[in-house]
């Protein structure tokens, strides 16, 4: 699935939570931005050392539909609203054949459009230098990840099931 799909499918994800899983939604991503913010502060030297020695590399010539997934989508969207009509602008210079420049990158070559404290997991977590004092912190952001995923594969299970537990008496008919 490229970029695109996947942000629509963000997109469309969220619009079908009720207001109660959109809480619940929210409450898990400000728990990743949490997660995000504390893998930075202990990350600081290696980010400095990435900006100011491979001066961004891992974010050219990659395969962007491999770094940023779905999760990450969703997490940006519920977290940063606003982005909303950039990122749509930047897919439409997706290249989903080539590996290229990140098309989330400034005048192709930084800074990131989108600001440190909501980044995708992987642009967090990966690091090419020893990540070693950052293990514990960058855990922390693929367990928060995790239970982004599972929130969100629970709600379309209970959503699927939902029709028949009313039919068996085991779940309340949905709000009007």
């Known amino acids: 699935m490229g970029l695109n799909q996947k942000f629509q499918k963000a997109s469309d994800i969220i619009?079908?939570?009720?207001?109660?899983?959109?809480?619940?939604?929210?409450?898990?991503c400000s728990n990743i931005q949490a997660a995000e913010k504390d893998?930075?502060?202990?990350?600081?030297?290696?980010?400095?050392?990435?900006?100011s020695g491979c001066e961004g590399l891992c974010c050219r010539n990659v395969k962007i539909d491999h770094?940023?997934?779905?999760?990450?989508f969703i997490y940006i969207l519920i977290m940063n609203?606003?982005?909303?009509?950039?990122?749509?602008?930047?897919?439409?210079?997706?290249d989903p054949i080539f590996a290229s420049d990140c098309i989330f990158l400034e005048n192709r070559s930084g800074p990131c459009l989108?600001?440190?404290s909501v980044r995708p997991e992987v642009c967090l977590t990966?690091?090419?230098?020893n990540d070693n004092v950052i293990k514990a912190e960058s855990?922390?952001?693929k367990q928060q990840f995790q239970k982004l995923?599972?929130?969100?594969?629970?709600?379309?299970?209970?959503?699927?099931?939902?029709p028949f537990l009313r039919l068996l008496g085991y779940a309340k008919p949905p709000h009007s």
């Open 149 to 162: 995923y599972w929130f969100i594969q629970g709600s379309k299970l209970k959503r699927r099931l939902s």
């Open 39 to 51: 893998l930075l502060q202990s990350a600081d030297e290696l980010m400095a050392q990435c900006l």
């Open 114 to 116: 989108f600001p440190s």
């Open 126 to 129: 990966t690091f090419c230098g």
């Open 15 to 28: 619009d079908q939570l009720n207001p109660d899983e959109r809480a619940t939604l929210t409450d898990i």
């Open 139 to 141: 855990l922390r952001l």
């Open 81 to 94: 609203p606003a982005l909303r009509g950039n990122i749509v602008k930047r897919l439409g210079n997706e």
């Open 67 to 72: 770094i940023i997934s779905l999760w990450d």
